[in-house]
C-alpha cells in the first residue's frame, strides 16, 4: 500500500519562498510519476507540477518559473520548491503519485499554504 504524506506548508507573507516535501512508503517510488497539485477555497483542484520517473518536468503556466518539481529517489521523497509566491498562491497543496497507470491514483493529505499581501 502506496502511502503519502506532504508537510512543509506555512503561512508567509509574498514574495516569500516555501518548499514543500512529499514522503513516498510502501511502494517503489523510482518508478512512479510524481505530480503537485493544489485547491484554492471555492475552486477545482488545479495541476501545479509533475516530473516523470525520468526526471522530465513539466508545469501550470501560473507556476511556470518560480516553482520547482524535484525528486531524491534515496529519499523516496518529491519536492516542490516555491518562490516568489503571490496571494493567489494560496491554497491546499496536494501531491499525488501515478503507481500503475497513467493516472494519480494514490494522494496525500494535502498541506496548507497561505500567502499574505
Known amino acids: 500500500q502506496v502511502r503519502l504524506v506532504e508537510s512543509g506548508g506555512g503561512l508567509l507573507q509574498a514574495g516569500g519562498s516555501l518548499r514543500l516535501s512529499c514522503a513516498a512508503s510502501g511502494g517503489t517510488f523510482s518508478t512512479y510519476t510524481m505530480g503537485w497539485f493544489r485547491q484554492a477555497p471555492g475552486k477545482e483542484r488545479e495541476f501545479v507540477a509533475r516530473?516523470?520517473?525520468?526526471?522530465?518536468?513539466l508545469y501550470a503556466d501560473s507556476v511556470k518559473g518560480r516553482f520547482t518539481i524535484s525528486r531524491d529517489n534515496a529519499k523516496n521523497t518529491a519536492y516542490l520548491q516555491m518562490n516568489s509566491l503571490k496571494p493567489d498562491d494560496t491554497a491546499v497543496y496536494y501531491c499525488?503519485?501515478?503507481?500503475?497507470?497513467?493516472?494519480?491514483?494514490?494522494w496525500g493529505q494535502g498541506t496548507q499554504v497561505t500567502v499574505s499581501s
Open positions: 499525488a503519485a501515478q503507481t500503475s497507470v497513467n493516472i494519480y491514483d494514490v
Open positions: 516530473i516523470r520517473s525520468s526526471g522530465t518536468t
